[in-house]
């Protein structure tokens, strides 16, 4: 079901690639000081001493309104987190991860008795399927991860170093 699911994905990508032209690859972007993603806003923004020098367009879990509580629910998370590693090899087109979940994200599971999930990532498309661009930003469609193009995960992963706060708001 899951395999069905990325390729039903990538067949709709690729037809609205069609319609849509990747964003050009960046410039080395100086390192932010914190990442802060703004889920009503559909923005990821890098930060330097307390100015915004960057955005993007992502698109999130797809159950996107509401913090992630539990494992599988769709929900990318929301609070305060940091880029606590990084994978060149994902299932994506490279992946940073973030650190949920937080001691209270786990300490409210614990409350409810449930799992409160993992794996949050920034990360670009999946590997695999044509460079669709952003026209991935028509819907929500990750786990409960934030999703930009591959070129700008390139540029995302070259700016932002391990340790830089992100911050979730919803």
Known sequence: MRRFRWTALGLAFSFLSFFSAAGAKGDVLEGPDKVLVEKSKRTLSLIKDGQVFKSYRI?????????????????????????????PHSQF??????????????????NRGVSPGGDIM??????????????????????????????????????????????ILP
């Open 59 to 87: 698109s999130l879990g797809r159950e996107p309104v509401g913090p992630k509580t539990e494992q599988g629910d769709g929900k990318t998370p929301e609070g305060k987190y940091t880029i606590s590693g990084r994978n």
């Open 93 to 110: 087109h490279r992946s940073l991860r973030v650190s949920y979940p937080n001691a209270s994200d786990k300490k409210q599971a614990q």
């Open 122 to 167: 920034i990360h670009g498309l999946p590997n695999g399927l044509p460079d669709f661009g952003k026209s991935h930003l028509l819907f929500d469609w990750t786990d409960g991860c934030i999703a930009v193009t591959n070129n700008e995960i390139e540029e995302i992963w070259g700016a932002v170093k391990n340790g830089t706060e992100v911050e």
